[in-house]
Structure formats: structure tokens, C-alpha cells
T-cell receptor, first 114, second 113 residues
Framework: SAVISQKPSRDICQRGTSLTIQCQVD?????MFWYRQQPGQSLTLIAT?????????ESGFVIDKFPISRPNLTFSTLTVSNMSPEDSSIYLC???????????FGSGTQLSVL | AQKVTQAQTEISVVEKEDVTLDCVYE???????LFWYKQPPSGELVFLIR??????QNEISGRYSWNFQKSTSSFNFTITASQVVDSAVYFC??????????FGSGTRLQVQP
């Protein structure tokens, strides 16, 4: 199993600012994933954070808006840049227990943009 | 492309009733994995089950059971004798080897006392 610490747990931000979300895992993992869950909606994959290479973004998500860092095998950050109210969501970090294994999720970051 | 459909947006039952949550998936891969997660009001995602495409055996875990049918591309979840604590959003998800899951839209289950 993996224990994921994600912070901040929630934040209220002003339009046009940026927020960086941190994700720390208690073990080394190859891939980390960032998901977004808009209010009342399902989880949508933003990107896969690979250690030692650039993140792989899903359709509809771009690096300028959601830059991701992955400096080592236990840590990643997701930045939500130039925020607008449409970015108000829960952002979740997750890691795979192994190939095709279940995903472990952090507790999420509840972001509200005014 | 892969897709997961949960046609039931919201279900409301009275305690002790049985309830089935439907999940239909689409994939061209012959090897894939199906999951169910529970998201209670507190927001955390709780893993319930993982099933691979080569194992069509139904599974029972306490009051929970899962029916996997490749012929209809379905992986349905049944809660027997539902309880108020079962109230949550339930997500079905699919993995075809990318390691990231594709989630369905979720079914909100309300169990009334």
C-alpha cells in the first residue's frame, strides 16, 4: 500500500493567481497521476507525472496552465496557473500500487477561485 | 479509446433494501482491469474491488457482490441489505495498462433510514 500526503487540503484563491499543490508518497513510485474532480462530477485525468521526464498531459490540459514537477520518486507538484472560477475543483494526486494495480489517492485539495 | 458508463446518476433506497449499481465499459484491449471505488461524503476515495478481464467469477465480500459479464461488457455492483453508511458516490473505473484509471461518471446512492 501507499500513503499519500497532499497539501494544502483546501484553499480559496483570487482570480489570476496561481496555486501549487504538493503530493508526497511514503514509498518510491514510478508514476504519479493528477486528477481533477469538478463539483458533482467524476474524476478526470489531468496528466501523468514521470520522474526524469516531462509530464504527459491528457487532451484538454496543457502544461502552461497545469505545470507539473516530479523531482524524485516520492514527490510531485501540480500548479494551477492564472486561475479562474472554472478551476474550482478538487485536485487529487494518485499513485499505482503496481502494474494494473489499484490506485491510491491522496485526500485531495479543495480549490475555490473567487 | 476506452469508456465507462454509469447510467444511473442517483439511486435512493430505504435501509435493508438491495440495490444494484450498473457499469458498462468499452475497450478494444483484450487485457484490462475493472475497479469500483466508493467516495463517501468526506470525499476520500475508497477502493472496493479490482477484477481482471480473464476472471469472470463473481465475487462476494460481505454485503457486497460483483457480477462481471464480458458478453455484455458489464461489471455491476450489488449491495445487499443496504445501510445508511452505504450512502456515497460509487465510481466504476477501467484500466487497460496505462496505469491511470478511466472513471465512469459515478452513481450517487442515498440510503434512507
Amino acid at each position: 500500500s501507499a500513503v499519500i500526503s497532499q497539501k494544502p487540503s483546501r484553499d480559496i484563491c483570487q482570480r489570476g493567481t496561481s496555486l501549487t499543490i504538493q503530493c508526497q508518497v511514503d514509498s518510491q513510485v514510478t508514476m504519479m497521476f493528477w486528477y481533477r474532480q469538478q463539483p458533482g462530477q467524476s474524476l478526470t485525468l489531468i496528466a501523468t507525472a514521470n520522474q526524469g521526464s516531462e509530464a504527459t498531459y491528457e487532451s484538454g490540459f496543457v502544461i502552461d496552465k497545469f505545470p507539473i514537477s516530479r523531482p524524485n520518486l516520492t514527490f510531485s507538484t501540480l500548479t494551477v496557473s492564472n486561475m479562474s472560477p472554472e478551476d474550482s475543483s478538487i485536485y487529487l494526486c494518485s499513485v499505482a500500487g503496481g502494474l494494473n494495480e489499484k490506485l491510491f489517492f491522496g485526500s485531495g485539495t479543495q480549490l475555490s477561485v473567487l | 479509446a476506452q469508456k465507462v458508463t454509469q447510467a444511473q446518476t442517483e439511486i435512493s433506497v430505504v435501509e435493508k433494501e438491495d440495490v444494484t449499481l450498473d457499469c458498462v465499459y468499452e475497450t478494444r484491449d483484450t487485457t484490462y482491469y475493472l475497479f469500483w471505488y466508493k467516495q463517501p461524503p468526506s470525499g476520500e476515495l475508497v477502493f472496493l474491488i479490482r477484477r481482471n478481464s480473464f476472471d469472470e467469477q463473481n465475487e462476494i465480500s460481505g454485503r457486497y457482490s460483483w457480477n462481471f459479464q464480458k458478453s455484455t461488457s458489464s461489471f455491476n455492483f450489488t449491495i445487499t441489505a443496504s445501510q445508511v453508511v452505504d450512502s456515497a458516490v460509487y465510481f466504476c473505473a477501467l484500466n487497460t495498462g496505462r496505469r491511470a484509471l478511466t472513471f465512469g461518471s459515478g452513481t450517487r446512492l442515498q440510503v434512507q433510514p
